[in-house]
């Protein structure tokens, strides 16, 4: 079955430092798109950075890493010097084939929300 | 600029009533979807849409339809038959519905029933 867990429900880190934000997943596609999304307290949801299952290259954009390790099926976002304007729910994602609807469905965590302490 | 525009951003509902929400995009996506989110939680996919004139029910459809007459609308009407209807409601688009493609949403429509 396809599923995305995230076990920390809330997490604080102090601004400029750098912070891990964990991700596993349950699949047994060989093909398959890791995501990570920010959600503000506006509600718009935010595209940050994405991982393909064949990239062998940790993706990396700005101040956002994802640290892919595929034998362990984890896809952790890590935040380097964290500003202020970071905090906010943080959603990984991925996108794989669903038998039921046989399309490459989006399947989200539950969430993790950052706040960054001056 | 290209995005993805949802009106309104806040609508309130009274019992009994159906309301329909906007959704519009210029990404020339194909793929287009709906997703709900109750507080606290993430999202679950009510419908989603993958070419014009074409559309599938998702995890929690009841109660609600949707229709894709132009490539760039896809709206959602919830109806009278969704009983709990309070939540949060975003749409998002695709290039296409292929696992390397990320989805951007829009800015969501905050639902309360009265």
Same mark, same amino acid.
């Given at each position: 079955?396809?599923?995305?867990?995230?076990?920390?429900?809330?997490?604080?880190?102090?601004?400029?430092?750098?912070?891990?934000?964990?991700?596993?997943?349950?699949?047994?596609?060989?093909?398959?798109?890791?995501?990570?999304?920010?959600?503000?307290?506006?509600?718009?949801?935010?595209?940050?950075?994405?991982?393909?299952?064949?990239?062998?290259?940790?993706?990396?954009?700005?101040?956002?890493?994802?640290? /892919?390790?595929?034998?362990?099926?984890?896809?952790?976002?890590?935040?380097?010097?964290?500003?202020?304007?970071?905090?906010?729910?943080? /959603?990984?994602?991925?996108?794989?084939?669903?038998? $039921?609807?046989?399309?490459? $469905? /989006?399947?989200?965590?539950?969430?993790? $929300?950052?706040?960054?302490?001056? | #600029?290209?995005?993805?525009?949802?009106?309104?951003?806040?609508?309130?509902?009274?019992?009994?009533?159906?309301?329909?929400?906007?959704?519009?995009?210029?990404?020339?996506?194909?793929?287009?979807?709906?997703?709900?989110? #109750?507080?606290?939680?993430?999202?679950?996919?009510? *419908? *989603?849409?993958?070419?014009?004139?074409?559309?599938?029910?998702?995890?929690?459809?009841?109660? *609600?339809?949707?229709?894709?007459?132009?490539?760039?609308?896809?709206?959602?009407?919830?109806?009278?038959?969704?009983?709990?209807?309070?939540?949060?409601?975003?749409?998002?688009?695709?290039?296409?519905?292929?696992? =390397? #493609?990320?989805?951007?949403?829009?800015?969501?429509?905050?639902? =309360?029933?009265?």
């Amino acid at each position: 079955a396809q599923k995305i867990t995230q076990t920390q429900p809330g997490m604080f880190v102090q601004e400029k430092e750098a912070v891990t934000l964990d991700c596993t997943y349950d699949t047994s596609d060989q093909s398959y798109g890791l995501f990570w999304y920010k959600q503000p307290s506006s509600g718009e949801m935010i595209f940050l950075i994405y991982q393909g299952s064949y990239d062998e290259q940790n993706a990396t954009e700005g101040r956002y890493s994802l640290n /892919f390790q595929k034998a362990r099926k984890s896809a952790n976002l890590v935040i380097s010097a964290s500003q202020l304007g970071d905090s906010a729910m943080y /959603f990984c994602a991925m996108r794989g084939k669903s038998i $039921k609807y046989n399309f490459n $469905k /989006f399947y989200f965590g539950s969430g993790t $929300k950052l706040n960054v302490k001056p | #600029d290209g995005g993805i525009t949802q009106s309104p951003k806040y609508l309130f509902r009274k019992e009994g009533q159906n309301v329909t929400l906007s959704c519009e995009q210029n990404l020339n996506h194909d793929a287009m979807y709906w997703y709900r989110q #109750d507080p606290g939680q993430g999202l679950r996919l009510i *419908y *989603y849409s993958q070419i014009v004139n074409d559309f599938q029910k998702g995890d929690i459809a009841e109660g *609600y339809s949707v229709s894709r007459e132009k490539k760039e609308s896809f709206p959602l009407t919830v109806t009278s038959a969704q009983k709990n209807p309070t939540a949060f409601y975003l749409c998002a688009s695709s290039i296409s519905g292929i696992y =390397t #493609d990320t989805q951007y949403f829009g800015p969501g429509t905050r639902l =309360t029933v009265l």
